[in-house]
């Protein structure tokens, strides 16, 4: 994996755990209420919509499909399967891990009184948020390594602004606290960093193999 990939990967994986720590004993807590209390007071009837917009995009069964989506056409389109697959399998093993941390921590949502929709499940870390940043920052990290640099740069900017709306979102909805979307936004640049990290590793080695036949076929001829 290459070291700027293995270097966000471990930054990302180092904070989660210390996200998840925090939250397991409470360290959190005075500023998720703040956040909180600061969120539902900032409501308006023009804002709410576009919230439950950007997070019905990426609940989970929106979410997967959104990700099927995207690795058949890119499928379709390039005709090779092994970076839409290296995608889907990412976004799944970023919703595994969500879910398992959740049932490990069981940390409770904010109350009911404050939703603006209905969420099910314990808290930490933010599903949505997870899969929000792994699927947008994924995209970039595995389909966008043969991207010219400017489209790639403004491809990450448009990502981490959709992630963090839909994380903006989840605090603004009433169904999560801060912590759990920083643990959430962690979480998924971990996950995206992986899968960037092997896409830039197997291209490096399709580039060898091609070099090494292309030098093998001139040498043939000579």
């Given amino acids: 994996m290459p070291a700027?990939?293995?270097a966000v990967c471990m930054t990302s994986g180092v904070a989660f755990c210390?996200?998840?720590?925090?939250?397991?004993?409470?360290?959190?807590d005075a500023i998720d209420t703040a956040v909180h209390d600061f969120a539902l007071e900032q409501r308006s009837p023009w804002f709410s919509p576009?919230?439950?917009?950007v997070s019905a995009v990426f609940a989970p069964l929106a979410a997967s499909?959104?990700?099927a989506v995207i690795a058949l056409c890119v499928a379709?389109?390039?005709r090779r399967w092994r970076r839409p697959l290296l995608f889907a399998a990412g976004v799944l093993a970023a919703a595994l891990a969500f879910r398992l941390v959740k049932e490990l921590l069981r940390h409770p949502r904010p109350d009911t009184q404050g939703w603006l929709e209905y969420a099910?499940?314990?808290?930490?870390?933010?599903?949505?948020?997870t899969i929000a940043t792994t699927v947008c920052l994924g995209i970039v990290a595995v389909f966008g390594t043969s991207w010219p640099k400017?489209?790639?740069?403004?491809?990450?900017?448009?990502?981490?602004v959709v992630a963090a709306a839909v994380g903006i979102?989840?605090?603004?909805?009433g169904v999560h606290w801060f912590g759990d979307v920083v643990g959430g936004t962690c979480l998924g640049i971990a996950a995206s960093a992986v899968m960037g990290g092997v896409a830039v590793t197997a291209a490096n080695r399709d580039d060898r193999a091609g070099a090494g036949t292309g030098s093998e076929a001139e040498s043939a001829e000579g």
């Fill in 65 to 67: 499909l959104l990700t």
């Fill in 169 to 173: 979102g989840r605090i603004y909805l």
């Fill in 150 to 160: 400017t489209w790639r740069r403004a491809a990450w900017v448009l990502a981490a």
């Fill in 50 to 53: 576009p919230m439950r917009a």
């Fill in 120 to 129: 099910g499940g314990w808290s930490f870390p933010s599903g949505h948020t």
């Fill in 4 to 6: 700027t990939a293995r």
């Fill in 76 to 78: 379709a389109r390039t």
């Fill in 18 to 28: 210390l996200a998840a720590a925090a939250t397991w004993f409470g360290w959190t």
